[in-house]
């Protein structure tokens, strides 16, 4: 597993790839997703406020709360370079407000890399490559190329809605979608939520200074726990390449003690 390959398989997995529709495929979003769209343009102003207060609030209720995170999935990926790993197995572990730890393994469970972030610093390890990456927060930020806080990659990963601010416009409602647009300094993001409860169908963030897009789509949700959480993410990045990632949550459990071991040998080259 090569370093590069390790840089951008730890970019996706730490921030879902930025930024699953019910359905398997990896595919591209649309805004809104059928013709029977219906704009707000026709409703008065207080009666556009009114809603939109509304999607707002049924999409903070639904906000996943928690204490701690671990899961297990699968991960495909591909990128327009032709290189394709298939089958990952990814193991996931958070503690709220603290730190997140990622293991990265290959066929027969033989482990590739893993990764520590906190607020302060991120460690990644190639155990293949016998490497270890240690840098501040805002250093990994530049090696990643994200440009993100810490609880945004823990809203990324357990499946809140990022970079939604409070004043959203482009209101487009058809009967089973909601679209909408949320703009902030520097982005530009587009969500699809579904009508019947206000969940996230699908995502689309643009960075048009950095020429960078992002789409996620969400998808099979099932109850864990008391929480409607997506076990399958269909990710597309469009910044200087092209990478797609599919992936498939196994398993998750909240709230339970978990552990971050991270030894490193000494054997291994810093970089």
């Given at each position: 597993m090569k370093q590069k390959a390790v840089l951008q398989i730890v970019a996706c997995l730490v921030s879902l790839a930025l930024f699953s529709?019910?359905?398997?495929?990896?595919?591209?979003?649309?805004f809104p997703s059928d013709t029977t769209?219906?704009?707000?343009d026709s409703l008065s102003k207080e009666k556009e406020l009114a809603?939109?207060?509304?999607i707002l609030d049924k999409?903070?209720?639904n906000r996943i709360q928690y204490r701690?995170?671990?899961?297990?999935l699968k991960m495909d990926y591909e990128d327009d370079k032709g290189k394709k790993m298939n089958n990952l197995g990814v193991n996931i572990r958070m503690q709220y407000d603290s730190v997140i730890w990622v293991?990265?393994?290959?066929?027969?469970?033989v482990e590739g890399a893993r990764i520590l972030i906190t607020k302060d610093s991120i460690k990644i390890v190639n155990k293949l490559?016998?490497?270890?990456t240690l840098r501040s927060a805002a250093e990994g930020q530049e090696l990643l190329k994200l440009k993100m806080d810490f609880a945004t990659l823990q809203d990324l990963i357990i499946g809140n809605a990022v970079f939604l601010s409070d004043s959203i416009s482009n209101i487009v409602t058809t009967q089973s979608v909601i679209s909408f647009a949320s703009s902030q300094p520097g982005l530009t993001s587009l969500f699809n939520i579904f009508a019947d409860d206000y969940?996230?169908?699908q995502c689309k963030i643009t960075e048009p200074d950095a020429g960078r897009t992002g789409e996620l789509t969400y998808g099979d949700y099932k109850v864990v726990d008391g929480r409607k959480i997506a076990f399958q993410r269909k990710i597309y990045v469009e910044d200087k390449n092209v990478v797609k990632v599919a992936l498939d949550f196994k398993k998750m459990v909240f709230d339970q003690q978990e552990s971050f071991p991270f030894p490193i040998s000494p054997r291994y080259t810093r970089q």
């Open positions: 529709c019910r359905s398997t495929k990896i595919t591209r979003a649309t769209a219906r704009s707000t809603l939109a207060k509304t999409i903070k209720a701690s995170f671990s899961a297990e293991r990265v393994a290959g066929p027969l469970n490559e016998g490497t270890v969940i996230l169908q």
